[in-house]
């Protein structure tokens, strides 16, 4: 099929009004009644143009028009839809069509999981349910009454507020919802069946009583207090930081174990991932609980961000999604450390955006062409499209900023929005000229921010010099200059922030200023300088750019007095990336590696920190991964990356040895589970210790990740412990391996993180035990957790195996989507970016990374995402 353009947008033919949905759920034969009333609009711009309605996989018994049976020389039907010609303006029209909901192992539209019936219907799911207008520029009234057996679905659940209910002669019953806001079809929900439900509630800000209830399987009621208390702190904070209250009397969250995506936000129903909502402190590690409080509140915020004011087309993606990941980010920020929480925000950003902005996958927040809107749920779209939005408040301020959000919502409220809309309001509020920063929406690609400084002492004025370029990506050969807002302080010799005048301001001051950087290359003349600066640049990393230009001196100085934590941090890890790409490069030459003495010193420094901030600690500690390394090579080398990393933590680790043996210590079992930053703080210091002592001095190190596997009372310490365990060709590794098997054996949670250790192992029989796990009997391609926590992980996160020289890595994997593609399409096309990066690497491996795409490409049944990923990826 021929992609779509953003250029060729045209509003829809047909306005949809109402819709009254009849389901009657039965796994092999739903019934499914629709009922629509349309109406034409003048906006189209063809007066006579057919009706045209999306549907997918529907088996189609009646169709009828105003009342009346419409004859089959009336309409055509084809692969893609239903065609009707000659309508009127304004009519309603039934349709009655069957579908297969336990056939459905895409996991889109109506499917059965676990004997339950759930739904998703984003991006295009809904036209696999029935004939509509599955476009988000439609946006209706829906009712929709579920009939069901109630000893199979005594639960019947859907969009909106319950107005009826009854039961059947035949003995079936059924419920009535009724959503009294107009929305997209992508938000459609219903869930239907044996859930347990567990009941809160909430009283908004002027008074409203919301019930609100999370239903689990049988089993899981003891493992959604977490959800339960995030939902309701989300709920509180949205309406202190952005004004917006809940909208309807209830709220609820399914949660489901077989899920394409994490969580979805239907109106008043949302759809969660079991990995995204279920934690108990010995199931979930710390950043599970993490994960699950940003979902929560991410899927909450799009009540207002998406649900209320939803996308006019899916090239808008990033206005909810970059929005949304924006709120929730902020949410994490207040609710818990904002200088940690960016810390991690960041290094998601850097690993996973950063990377598919630098190969053939490289494409704009908005991109301009798709085949299939279901690849284009990118890191791209959400984090960087996240980034946009902080760089528009870090320009405008957080007030206007905050004003022009209000007047986004108030203006789009129940409408169906553009990029353009939410910039207008921003510059409506602001003043401020956006059209040079619209690039950022429209450019893909990383910019690289070099700087220069020059201190002229007899003038005490600091000369910046600040260039920008942003290499060619597929389809854009040539880039402008971005609008990069540069937040930045000047840090004197003796560690203090200096004061200075930027040309153009009345006095000196000390303290952050943006700079806006709008040319490749631009000066900026600060007067009153009293000493030579060491400049601090993208505090709180005010843009998503690549920056140099600091000497190791300038790191080190910023890593131990810069006033910004972020960039503390920010300015530590630098430092030790250009420390392990020196011992990569001493590697590939065949020599020694020298471990920098400083780099040791900056790690006693962090370690005096364990105490007082042992969450920083553990950060500062953590060596730059893989991923990070890889972006900085021009080729990239994963056995030289592997050994430099282990070379230099094991001479960190045996200089500090002590220190580190005393941390990874048991976690004491008699204290109380908390959340709080230092409880998780200690927990992840422990492991990170843990891995500087196995390196430094394997014996030690192997018996203190055995005592911390048996003894640690949460699953971030046990897992801590497994997955070091599992780096190890050892029986000691076997025994915790089968051990944690059998403890959690029938918690498919924990057995997704079973197979992710073992996928993302270093051991040196990795590939032969990745390979016997695709045979094992808990492994199952009908589940896209199980698929992601063994291939995927395997793919994306174990860079030493995947990428062995062999290439048994690249075919395992490419076998393996092969075989997922036949169950799910999306699945198998979210996992073809692990090739993305071949031209990165070797000929050799070039070669092989090729050939694994190439094999897929060569299989005529491929689908069509993932033909459109494979394709992309080989360009
Ligand atoms: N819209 C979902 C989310 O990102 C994913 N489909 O929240
Ligand atoms: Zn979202």
Redo the contacts with the bound molecule.
């Keep these: 099929a021929a992609p779509r353009r953003l250029d060729e947008y045209r509003p829809p033919a047909f306005l949809v009004d109402t819709v009254d949905l009849i389901f009657d759920l039965d796994p092999a034969a739903t019934r499914v009644r629709a009922s629509l009333t349309l109406r034409r609009s003048a906006a189209h711009g063809i007066a006579d143009a057919p009706l045209e309605l999306d549907g997918e996989g529907l088996d189609l018994r009646s169709v009828l028009l105003d009342g009346e049976a419409l004859g089959a020389n009336r309409y055509a039907l084809g692969a893609h839809g239903l065609v009707i010609r000659d309508v009127p303006d304004e009519f309603t029209l039934d349709t009655e069509v069957i579908i297969a909901p336990e056939r459905n192992s895409e996991l889109s539209g109506l499917y059965v999981s676990g004997g339950d019936f759930f739904t998703q219907c984003?991006?295009e799911g809904f036209r696999r349910i029935t004939f509509f207008p599955d476009r988000p520029d439609v946006m209706a009234r829906y009712t929709a009454t579920l009939i069901a057996d109630p000893a199979r679905c005594p639960l019947l659940l859907s969009n909106g507020n319950p107005v009826d209910r009854g039961t059947l002669p035949d003995g079936r019953h059924w419920a009535k919802w009724e959503d009294p806001h107009p929305k997209p079809s992508y938000l459609f929900a219903l869930v239907a069946g044996d859930l347990v439900s567990v009941h809160d509630a909430f009283v908004t800000r002027s008074g409203r009583q919301v019930q609100l209830g999370i239903h689990v399987r049988r089993g899981d009621e003891d493992k959604v207090d977490h959800a339960m208390a995030c939902l309701k702190r989300a709920m509180r904070w949205d309406e202190e930081a952005f004004g917006l209250e809940y909208d309807l009397d209830i709220f609820n969250i399914a949660a489901v174990s077989d899920f394409n995506?994490?969580?979805?936000?239907n109106k008043g129903l949302n759809i969660f991932n079991t990995a995204l909502v279920l934690a108990r402190p010995d199931t979930a590690t710390d950043a599970d609980y993490q994960r699950i409080d940003r979902?929560i509140a991410?899927?909450y915020f799009?009540n207002w961000t998406?649900d209320r004011v939803t996308c006019r087309d899916w090239f808008q993606l990033s206005l909810?999604?970059g929005l949304?990941v924006f709120r929730d980010q902020e949410y994490g920020a207040a609710t818990t450390d904002a200088a940690l929480s960016r810390i991690d925000d960041v290094k998601m950003l850097r690993a996973r955006q950063f990377a598919e902005d630098a190969g053939p996958l490289a494409h704009p927040v908005r991109p301009a062409a798709y085949r299939k809107i279901d690849n284009f749920?990118t890191a791209t779209v959400?984090e960087k499209g996240a980034e946009v939005v902080r760089m528009i408040r870090t320009i405008i301020g957080h007030e206007a900023f905050r004003r022009g959000f209000d007047r986004y919502i108030a203006r789009n409220d129940n409408s169906a929005a553009t990029i353009e809309d939410f910039v207008a309001a921003m510059r409506e509020e602001s003043g401020f000229d956006f059209s040079q920063f619209m690039r950022w929406y429209e450019q893909a690609g990383t910019p690289q921010l070099r700087f220069e400084g020059e201190y002229d002492a007899a003038a005490r004025c600091y000369t910046l010099t600040l260039r920008q370029v942003t290499a060619p990506t597929p389809g854009q050969a040539h880039k402008e200059p971005f609008l990069i807002p540069v937040a930045m302080g000047l840090i004197g010799p003796d560690g203090a922030e200096l004061e200075a005048r930027l040309e153009g301001e009345a006095d000196a001051h000390r303290g952050t200023r943006v700079l806006l950087l709008r040319a490749a290359e631009q000066r900026f003349v600060f007067e009153e300088v009293a000493a030579p600066p060491v400049p601090s640049l993208l505090r709180g990393f005010s843009a998503p750019v690549k920056l140099s230009g600091h000497d190791a001196a300038g790191l080190a100085h910023l890593a131990a007095h810069d006033t910004d934590g972020f960039s503390r941090w920010e300015a530590g890890q630098e430092y030790a990336t250009r420390a392990l790409l020196d011992a990569i490069a001493a590697l590939q030459r065949g020599e020694a590696v020298a471990t920098d003495p400083a780099l040791v010193a900056a790690m006693a420094a962090a370690l005096d920190l364990a105490q007082e901030a042992p969450a920083l600690a553990a950060r500062i500690l953590s060596l730059p991964g893989k991923d990070v390394l890889a972006d900085r090579m021009a080729v990239i080398d994963p056995d030289a990356i592997h050994e430099a990393l282990e070379t230099t933590r094991a001479a960190i680790g045996r200089q500090l040895r002590d220190r580190f043996a005393a941390l990874c210590g048991a976690e004491d079992p008699s204290a109380p589970f908390s959340l709080d930053p230092a409880s998780m703080g200690r927990r992840v210091l422990g492991n990170v210790a843990l891995a500087y002592l196995m390196a430094a001095d394997p014996a030690a190190g192997l018996d203190a990740a055995q005592r911390r596997f048996e003894t640690a009372p949460t699953m971030t310490g046990r897992l801590g412990a497994l997955a070091l365990l599992a780096d190890t060709a050892t029986p000691a590794r076997d025994a915790a391996l089968a051990a944690f098997h059998a403890r959690w054996r029938g918690d498919a949670l924990v057995g997704d993180k079973w197979f992710r250790i073992q996928a993302m192992a270093a051991a040196p029989d990795t590939l032969d035990r990745v390979e016997a796990l695709t045979r094992h009997a808990d492994f199952d391609l009908r589940n896209p957790n199980r698929f992601r926590a063994l291939v995927q992980a395997f793919g994306a996160g174990n860079q030493r195996w995947f990428h062995d020289a062999s290439g048994r890595g690249y075919a395992l994997v490419a076998r393996m989507i092969g075989e997922v593609d036949r169950v799910n399409r999306q699945i198998a096309a979210r996992c073809i970016d692990v090739f993305a990066s071949w031209q990165r690497f070797d000929p050799a491996r070039q070669a092989l990374m090729r050939g694994a795409l190439d094999a897929l490409l060569a299989d005529p049944a491929l689908s069509a995402n993932a033909r459109e990923m494979a394709e992309r990826a080989r360009a």
């Design positions: 984003e991006a995506m994490g969580a979805m936000e979902v991410h899927e799009h998406g909810k999604e949304t749920y959400y």
